[in-house]
């Protein structure tokens, strides 16, 4: 019998988004979806162990919030005029799929999930809230979760997170997809998220699993409903052909037992090649289109590696190029680090750890366990092994993810046992 905590658990992660759009649709309030739908959660723990999983445990969980949503409505003696709605909302819900039409793009196309990332990408929310309310809302993340992917403290996250469900209610805010101008407006801040959420299901930033392939499923959904939505769009074409090129390694990033395989170590015929051709085809739309946008640049990076059989054969001269063009159109110091990477792969260690060495001090990489292991190996290329010891077991020391912080100790022990035989 299936352990109820693990399937919950794992329910939880890839269902939370539309459970709480769909609620959110019925209660026309974002915080108190989500209130219902952590009720409902609750109901599951209770109840699960006891009397067994449900065959579809993503519906039971879906029903039962949708029921203490109109039992809310009736308490508050309004629950007349909200069925009306309701009859309405599921009228349109019963018409085709907007994925399988053409889309007008000056129409709300009917995706109860697509219409909760534009409203919590409302502009009545400051960007760090906007970002810490999609993150929990899509990802199913915790509060630790986000704080260490944002690199900013739990309870600043956790004051972000109910500022903005707050302010949301306080402004009345509709779960629809806006139009027009609107929708212009909002669209950085929903390609913004959208990557976020692929970010967190590439390379998790904490628990067991390196990678979360429910994540990366629903920005790719999320972004070819967007295509769908803005064909004429260049930025919305060069996100999603960066996920999908991105997404394309996804079956060679792990190994038979999870652990880590980093890109230099992947087998290039376990990637998806039906992926890499379609996120090709979508860097050439977006490029067609007139894209100058950095999800673009980033896809255009990522071609790179999709189009070299090799390690060795990949042009790493070409991508320190489109690195310096991205950390011009778009400082950062994430950026600058995975800059340092390509550039002493393209001019040599003592290049890159230039680079790297200029970050050390950077208060944003303060706990950000990726600097010290860049540094690790770009001391290891340069046969400064004793440093390069130390900043590995730094690495490991700050790794939230559970499959990473292996990954880093197994390094170190490689390191050290290289290092005796040479000595």
Known sequence: MADPFV????????????????VARVVRDVGLAEELAHDALVAALEQWPAEGVPDNPGAWLAATA??????TIRREQTFARKAE????????????????VVVDPTRAVGDDVLALLFASCHPVLARDSRVALTLRLFGGLTTEEIARGLLVASTTVG???????????????????????ELT????????????????????TAGASWVRHDLCDEALRLGRRLVALLPARPEVHG???????????????????????LLADQDRGRWDHLLVRRGLDGLVRAQELGATDPYTLQAELAAVHARAGSVDATDWALLAELYARL?????????????????????GPEAGLAIVDGLRDDPALARYHLLPAVRADLLTQLGRTGEAAAELERAAAMASNEAERRLLHRRLEDLRESALGTG
Not at 7 to 22: H, K, N, Q
């Open 327 to 347: 950390a011009a159109r778009t400082p950062s110091p994430v950026i600058e680090l995975n800059r340092a990477v390509v550039v002493g792969k393209a001019h």
């Open 239 to 261: 996100l999603l052909a960066l996920m999908e090129l991105q997404a394309s390694r996804l079956r060679a990033r792990t190994g038979p037992d999870g652990e880590p395989v």
């Open 66 to 71: 949708r029921r203490r949503a109109i039992d």
């Open 85 to 100: 709605q309701i009859s309405r909302d599921e009228a349109r819900r019963s018409a085709p799929d907007a994925a399988d």
């Open 159 to 181: 004051q972000r997170v109910s500022r903005a469900k707050k302010r949301l209610s306080a402004q009345g805010v509709e779960l629809e997809i806006p139009v027009g101008d």
């Open 185 to 204: 407006a909002r669209l950085g801040a929903v390609l913004e998220v959208v990557y976020l959420v692929f970010n967190e299901g590439y390379t998790a």
């Open 7 to 22: 399937v919950l658990d794992a329910v939880w992660r890839a269902e939370s988004a539309r459970i709480v759009a769909g």
